[in-house]
């Protein structure tokens, strides 16, 4: 999706391909309205959905539809939307029609591409969109209503305060020739100082909250090591309520890494369930899912160790930040529902990964090593430019001190501002800019 001609006319269905009581299809772009009155049998209203008669070339299809005139509409072009049926032959044969006529099909979230080139919603917005779409749980749908609503402040204020020590600077850039040395600099250089400072801790709220705010939605990542037969699959299953990882009495069993998710407390949990430890394996095969197992275990936000007895000693122990310890077959245990205190024995917690007792106190302490604080930042690409924008403050915070140095403060001061405008999408790279549109759907 590298060239968008904004003349093009564009058209995709924006429901999914299938049976339904109705289906929408989407066109967009200058003289789409007139594209889609040659096929119309009443005229469109802006903003009025009404009944009307699709004419394709063999067959007819009575519909609804409404017209959008630019600016006012979702992609900030003039807009059709058709509600036909949802029937496959129709909206092909619809589709095949506006194409005859001219429309080409869209891309991936070409249409979202197109409001956000048309300055309707910036990238920051773009990509809490697509993970309201992605949504499993209705805290990350909440979570991704508050950022397409700018509902997290630190992130706008921190630009305020930017903007607002950028345009103090300026003023004494423009105006020091006339002022005798030192005259204002001291008092501006002050206020400067404070907004920076107080821009940095805006910004350095963000920068904390990413790791909490990645976890709502790509969930927190839980790895099960242990040694062989201890249980660790069969407690993936009964984490995720599944028949998902294969279970026997025979060592060295699961020898790649699997994956299994559930949700707890409208809190996403991805599982990997691995290959069991063991020193001793000559199996070439169970050695690489013996390193896959660690390597699992290093990129997980926590680790349960999995063991038959509090005796079993877990050498990796200290490598691991959040490390919960199970002794597994505790059959007869007492179920204690949520409060794990109750079912701690020297530290490790007593569950019944066959049965499922306790399962649930696990869960919830799994639930308790979440993160609580998040801000808007919870991906990659906000990440980097926020933490871009906090160096850029951070250097431009020490040459305040340096006597002469209202320049470079200047210039330090611009990039972190261009990297705040990058993260809402306005300088950002074109492959950045597509790679985020390539999350959507055709007809998105
Ligand atoms: N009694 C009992 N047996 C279990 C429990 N969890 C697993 N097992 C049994 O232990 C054996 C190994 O289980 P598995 O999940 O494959 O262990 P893994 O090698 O650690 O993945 C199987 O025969 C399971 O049925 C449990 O909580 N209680
Ligand atoms: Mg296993």
């Known amino acids: 999706m590298n060239t968008i001609n904004k003349n093009d006319i564009i058209t995709a269905l924006a429901t999914p391909y299938g049976k339904s009581a109705v289906a929408i299809i989407r066109v967009s772009g200058s003289g789409c309205i007139d594209l ?24 007819t299809e009575r519909l609804m539809a409404v017209c959008y005139r630019a600016p ?19 909206c092909d044969g619809i589709i095949k029609s506006l194409i005859g006529g001219g429309a080409r099909l869209a891309e991936r979230g070409e249409f979202t591409k197109r409001a956000f080139l048309n300055g309707k919603v910036d990238l920051m917005q773009c990509e809490a969109l697509a993970d309201i779409i992605d949504a499993q749980t209705a805290e990350q ?11 997290f402040k630190s992130l706008g204020n921190a630009e305020s305060l930017l903007n607002k020590a950028l345009s103090s600077i300026e003023a004494v850039l423009h105006y020091s020739d006339e002022l005798e040395d030192g005259e204002i600099d001291k008092a501006v250089i002050n206020d400067v100082y404070g907004a920076i400072g107080k821009a940095i801790a805006e910004l350095e709220k963000e920068v904390n909250g990413f790791a909490g705010g990645k976890i709502i939605n790509d969930g927190f990542k839980v790895t099960l090591i242990g040694a062989p037969n201890v249980g660790k699959s069969t407690l993936l299953n009964a984490l995720t309520d599944s028949d998902r990882a294969i279970v026997t009495d025979i060592a060295g069993t699961t020898r790649d890494t699997l994956n299994g998710e559930f949700v707890y407390k409208d809190r996403k949990f991805s599982v990997t369930d691995t290959a069991g430890l063991r020193s001793d394996t000559r199996d070439a095969v169970e ?25 079993t000693v877990f050498e990796n122990e200290n490598e691991y930040k959040n490390l919960i310890k199970v002794i597994n077959k505790c059959d007869g245990t007492e179920d204690v529902g949520e409060d794990y205190n109750k079912a701690i024995d020297s530290g490790r917690l007593k569950i019944s990964a066959k049965t499922g007792k306790n399962v649930t106190a696990l869960k919830q302490m799994m639930y308790d090593l979440c993160p609580k604080d998040h801000g808007s930042i919870c991906n990659h690409r906000q990440y980097e430019c926020a933490v871009k924008c906090l160096d850029s403050l951070k250097a431009a915070e020490k040459e305040c001190n340096v006597a002469g140095g209202l320049e470079i403060v200047a210039a330090l001061l611009y990039e972190a501002y261009s990297a705040i405008k990058e993260m809402y999408g306005e300088q950002a790279d074109e492959s950045v800019i597509s790679s985020v549109f390539e999350r959507f759907c055709v007809g998105k």
Do not use: C, W
Request: hydrophobic letters at 40%; aromatic letters at 10%.
């Open 36 to 59: 889609a009155a040659r096929y119309l049998s009443r005229e469109l209203k802006a903003g009025q959905l009404k009944v009307n008669v699709f004419k394709g070339d063999n067959f």
């Open 72 to 90: 006012h509409s979702y992609t900030g072009e003039d807009l059709v939307e058709l509600f036909p049926h949802g029937n496959m032959t129709i």
């Open 141 to 151: 749908l909440n979570y991704g209503n508050t950022r397409y609503d700018g509902g």
């Open 287 to 311: 050695k690489i899912g013996i390193e896959r197992a660690l390597s699992a275990a290093n990129d997980a936000d926590a680790v349960v160790f999995v063991a038959e007895s509090a005796e």
